[in-house]
């Protein structure tokens, strides 16, 4: 693996670079969320939250190792330290920064993280169907095609099949294996 990303924790110095990505409709053409304009303060309040100790989400910011420069967001919520499962999101807030492979350095560092320390067995990820980059990435990362839940998200005046992709701590032991040779 590269380390051409790391992980820090989202600080309110964040703020302004957050608030521009809450607001850039490109960017959540591909996310499952609903876009709509926020104001500084509704991304402020969010953002307050966001850094604060929480055992049921941990959100880092994804940063450039060579200038630290804060490219995106990674987290890890609705954590269940029962049935030891996270459920991720990622994203890469600059167009020029995306496809570039720095979700799947991220999305590797976490998964090292929820598996190796948090101790837990599963971690998922949604993806709209239609999103073939976003499928092969997350492939690559030994992530699998679990379900598909049909028409699920209204977004840009139709409905959108959402695909549910899964890795088991023992899939990523796997991955690990293979990847030593």
């Given at each position: 693996m590269s380390n051409r990303v790391y992980l820090r924790s989202l600080e309110l110095t964040d703020l302004n670079r957050i608030y521009q990505w809450h607001n850039d409709p490109e960017l959540y053409a591909t996310l499952t969320s609903s876009f709509h304009p926020v104001s500084l303060q509704t991304v402020e309040d969010?953002?307050?939250?966001?850094?604060?100790?929480?055992?049921?989400?941990?959100?880092?910011?994804?940063?450039?190792?060579?200038?630290?420069?804060?490219?995106?967001?990674?987290?890890?919520?609705?954590?269940?330290?029962?049935?030891?499962?996270?459920?991720?999101?990622?994203?890469?807030?600059?167009?020029?920064?995306?496809?570039?492979?720095?979700?799947?350095?991220?999305?590797?560092?976490?998964?090292?993280?929820?598996?190796?320390?948090?101790?837990?067995?599963?971690?998922?990820?949604?993806?709209?169907?239609?999103?073939y980059p976003a499928i092969t990435l997350l492939e690559k990362c030994g992530f699998k095609i679990e379900g598909k839940m049909r028409r699920h998200i209204f977004k840009n005046g139709e409905f959108k099949d959402v695909l549910i992709l899964g890795m088991c701590e023992c899939d990523y032991a796997e991955l690990k294996k293979n990847a030593k040779g």
């Amino acid at each position: 693996m590269s380390n051409r990303v790391y992980l820090r924790s989202l600080e309110l110095t964040d703020l302004n670079r957050i608030y521009q990505w809450h607001n850039d409709p490109e960017l959540y053409a591909t996310l499952t969320s609903s876009f709509h304009p926020v104001s500084l303060q509704t991304v402020e309040d969010w953002l307050k939250k966001k850094v604060q100790y929480s055992d049921k989400e941990i959100n880092y910011a994804i940063c450039l190792t060579d200038t630290s420069e804060h490219v995106g967001n990674i987290y890890m919520r609705e954590i269940d330290y029962i049935n030891r499962t996270g459920f991720l999101g990622a994203f890469v807030g600059r167009t020029e920064h995306r496809r570039k492979g720095y979700i799947s350095e991220a999305l590797l560092q976490v998964v090292e993280y929820a598996y190796g320390v948090l101790g837990l067995q599963r971690l998922y990820m949604h993806t709209f169907a239609d999103n073939y980059p976003a499928i092969t990435l997350l492939e690559k990362c030994g992530f699998k095609i679990e379900g598909k839940m049909r028409r699920h998200i209204f977004k840009n005046g139709e409905f959108k099949d959402v695909l549910i992709l899964g890795m088991c701590e023992c899939d990523y032991a796997e991955l690990k294996k293979n990847a030593k040779g």
